[in-house]
């Protein structure tokens, strides 16, 4: 359990390094917690958008649909982790030593895809929806990229952001200071 907290204890530190334990048991975490709440949200009715599966016409496009909405528990949660999750992802990719900079790596296609598509989309033009679809396959590799990056072993020894967090210490608290 201590694994999983350990990105709340260190809530805005963006500076050394952590193990792949630390940052898959945040994940784990995160996910349990998230999937709990969903399901509160459900059973409360605090959904923020629309229910049930629905799909809409848009000036002659569709395709689009919603397949869930986000509660008000989830939303809290997911504004509460935001910080720790950017700060445990790149505290990540210091431990391959590889800078923070990669956590933009898929953001930055996702959003000019959703831009495109979305001025696509109200002006009916399927071409620029198609650029904004490539844009967005760029972006899933880039997610595929930074997953690959945090499934690796940190580099052995010190790097450049810090000592190595499977150092010869055995306390985890001395590891983490």
Not at 117 to 135: C, R
Request: charged share 10%; glycine share 14%.
């Amino acid at each position: 359990m201590e694994w999983m907290l350990m990105p709340l204890k260190r809530y805005a530190d963006f500076q050394g390094r952590s193990r792949r334990m630390e940052f898959w048991m945040w994940i784990l975490f995160t996910l349990i917690v998230g999937l709990v709440l969903g399901f509160i949200d459900g059973i409360l009715g605090f959904r923020l958008g629309p229910s049930s599966s629905s799909s809409f016409s848009s000036g002659g496009v569709t395709g689009f649909s919603t397949f869930s909405s986000i509660g008000i528990l989830g939303l809290l949660w997911s504004l509460a982790t935001l910080v720790p999750n950017i700060a445990v992802a790149m505290r990540r990719l210091h431990d391959t030593d590889r800078t923070g900079w990669w956590l933009l790596l898929p953001v930055i296609p996702y959003v000019i895809g959703l831009v495109i598509m979305l001025g696509a989309a109200a002006g009916q033009n399927l071409g620029l929806i198609a650029v904004g679809g490539i844009f967005s396959l760029i972006g899933l590799v880039g997610a595929i990229v930074l997953l690959v990056f945090y499934c690796l072993p940190g580099t052995p020894g010190p790097n450049r952001f810090g000592p190595d967090p499977l150092g010869s210490t055995g306390d985890l608290a001395q590891t983490f200071r």
